[in-house]
């Protein structure tokens, strides 16, 4: 098992596709001048958050938990593609406690949140190759699925960084992970999708991050149209971890291609505006085309944050390492950009 902590406080960087033991409290937080935190300030600079999207040939549905040690949040939406964003969730909390529990192991934990109108429950387990969704918003959004996955039968990206001399991240990405069974309800009607055209894109990130964290993310999850059979998946990350070791990976079939860092162009005044996305080797060269957006401003005392996750479609061709370039067309996902002070 792949420790990320040694006794001499050494953090193991690198690419990782075996369990681990995410020992993050045996970590000596340091600050600028390498001196210890301790107490309440060490709590208080460990994040993590979880999103989960499930996108079917009709709509999507999104969900997210954020577990700061001095806030939570919960959020979901459903966004159908014709119709634009027509639910959105949103719960927030300080101090995470009964309502909110968020265990900081990425390979198997439990996630629960509960108040008096919603429940949310998302269950991970690498050794059982399994991954569940219960959520419940407000009884007015429902969804149940069951999805396998798994380090071997999925190839995760999951790659461990320093997000600054002292600090540093873990996160996991996946992407066209194929529904076991999925149920959607919104207000008390099951919605109609085609199961055999629906997939899940799979985040997961805990650690030590950056007081002031930005980043540009994109992420992809569907099925080809053209022969109906073949999974695409990616994600790609900048103004992150470029330094060590990428969050940049595309999927097809299951099979994993790491690609180096990748370069965004979009207008900052109108997120609308098509994107683009590329890397300098040629093996990703991408169009987005926004047609909607879940966004948040926060501006607070200890905690600031904007936030703008564009919906949308993506074009454009992949290259992997072994085989000729797939063409993309039509494939749902996601552009953001966010910018945190936490």
């Known amino acids: 098992m792949y420790k990320i902590i040694e006794a001499d406080n050494r953090v193991n960087y690198g690419v990782i596709d075996e369990p681990v033991a995410f020992n993050y409290k045996d970590y000596k937080l340091l600050n600028f001048f390498g001196k210890e935190i301790k107490g ?37 939406y459903l966004f159908h593609y014709t119709d634009g964003l027509i639910y ?27 108040n008096r109108k919603s429940s949310c429950r998302i269950s991970k387990s690498h050794q059982n190759g399994c991954l569940d969704l219960d959520l419940n918003m407000e009884g007015r959004l429902r969804l149940k699925g069951r999805f396998t996955y798994g380090l071997k039968s999925h190839s995760p990206l999951r790659v461990l960084n320093p997000s600054e001399p002292y600090r ?3 996160t996991e990405k996946c992407s066209a992970i194929i529904p076991q069974s999925l149920e959607i309800i919104f207000k008390e009607k099951k919605l109609g999708f085609d ?41 790609f990350a900048a103004l992150t971890n470029e330094s060590f070791y990428p969050e940049n990976a595309f999927w097809i079939n299951g099979k994993r291609t790491r690609v180096s860092r990748t370069i965004y162009d979009f207008d900052f005044k109108n997120l609308y505006r098509p994107w683009h996305v590329w890397d300098e080797d040629g093996r990703v060269d991408l169009r987005f085309f926004p047609m909607g957006e879940r966004s948040e401003k926060i501006n607070a005392l200890i905690l600031k944050s904007s936030f703008h996750q564009m919906i949308g479609k993506f074009e454009g061709r992949f290259t992997p390492l072994e085989g000729d370039p797939l063409e993309i067309q039509d494939i749902y996902g996601f552009a953001e950009f966010h910018r945190a002070l936490w």
Request: aromatic content about 20%; charged content about 25%; overall charge positive.
């Open 40 to 76: 309440l300030r060490k709590k208080f600079a460990f994040h993590r958050f979880n999103f989960v999207g499930v996108l079917t040939d009709e709509f999507m549905v999104c969900f997210a938990a954020v577990g700061l040690e001095y806030l939570y949040n919960c959020f979901g």
């Open 168 to 170: 540093w991240t873990f």
């Open 88 to 114: 959105e969730f949103d719960v927030k909390g300080l101090r995470p406690g009964k309502k909110f529990i968020f265990p900081a192991d990425p390979d198997e934990y439990t996630i629960q949140f509960k």
């Open 195 to 235: 199961m055999a055209k629906t997939t899940l894109l799979y985040d997961w990130s805990g650690g030590y991050m950056r007081r002031e964290t930005n980043w540009y993310w994109a992420a992809l999850s569907g099925i080809l149209s053209k022969d109906h059979k073949t999974r695409v998946g990616a994600n």
